[in-house]
């Protein structure tokens, strides 16, 4: 594979760059929220992707009967960096978890219903897998639906439970959930739905993390969903799930923020004196300098891997053919770059002294104080989307062929 840009992937690569040039503001693009920059939860930052949308680039892989373009993935791939290594909302759930899945799974009613919402974004969704004994083993969720015909005789499921680590809940207008419809098979008892998330029997709690941000606990008491806001077929929801969770673990954790805090240490480490020598002429500090930068250049061509096998898979699915989703791909570069994003902040602390753990956007702290907040945000980095021992469980079972108990 071409681990390189063509000149027409550069060439929009630099319209990207402009467009974001054009919008560069505070209020759109922030580092200092680290990865949760990605979300669009402010009506700044959702008139912004609106615009995104309108310069037709939500949707690019989609097929042309949807409203997309059936371009390659790498696109997606350039447009999300970019959008990613300043700061700003990315394409997210709505284009690659709910759209994609809609698209392969969906019914007519669901995508006429959707799909335009989300290529002007006109709509945001909350994810709801997590639940308090059901967290990187989304196999596990308990949230019951019961089949249920209410007053007007409309036929659908009553939903009753708690969700966790919702991280939208609280301005998204959608829920895409996953509920338990079988109670007697694990995997085979799982259905997807969409809930509208203003629905009466929804109570959100804020939970704030670490990392200064907000997820939630989403409680759903006595909720009815309509039969015809079942995603797919019925009980087959943790295949859906599991497809989808490919685009999450890559989506979610772009190569681009750990790129951008590198090159903040790097420019620290050579512009800095120390007791009155250079810190770049440190040989231990030259030489952790090295490996960082390696790794850092193995996580990026780790994500163009993943995107190559994706684009392979998107033209198998378009054909009508018989395809195995990239997980081991996903969970390689989930694992290693997360893990070394943690490595990163690790180095940033030691490497910025005490000085380093002064809160971020201290002017006079080392680096700005960036290194704090990358430190906080790491942890978030290696459980969300699945901890680094599920991925480490995937890449074993399914790339090496162990068996489950080894």
Partial sequence: MDF????????????????????????????????????????ERRAFMKEVGHQGWLGITWPTEYGGQEGEGVYEYILNEELAGRGGPQIGKGVGIIGKTLIAHGSDFLKDMFLPMILENDVE??????????????????????????????????????????????????????????????????????IPMDDPGITINGIWTMGDERTNEVWLDNVFVPDEFVVGEVNYGFKYISQALDLERFTMFTYAPIKQRLDLLTEYVRTTVRDGEPLKNDPVIRSRMASLHTEAEVARVMGLKFVAEAVKVEALVRAGKEYQPPTVIASEYKLFATELSRRLADASMDIGGPGSQLRVKTEDAPMAGRSESTYRYTVIDTIGGGSSEIQKNIIARRGLGLPKNF
């Fill in 4 to 43: 390189e840009y063509s000149e027409d992937q550069q060439a929009f690569n630099k319209e990207v760059i402009a467009f974001c040039d054009d919008h560069d503001t505070i209020e759109i693009f922030d580092v200092t929220r680290e990865n949760m920059a990605q979300i669009v939860d402010t009506p």
């Fill in 125 to 194: 969704f909350a994810v709801g897998y997590s639940e308090p004994n059901a967290g990187s083993d989304a196999a596990s969720m308990r949230m019951k639906g019961v089949p249920h015909t209410n007053a007007d005789g409309k036929t659908g499921w009553l939903v009753n439970g708690q969700k966790t680590w919702t991280t939208s809940a609280h301005f998204a207008e959608w829920y895409w959930c996953g509920v338990r419809t079988d109670q007697d098979n694990k995997h085979l008892g799982i259905s997807l739905m969409l």
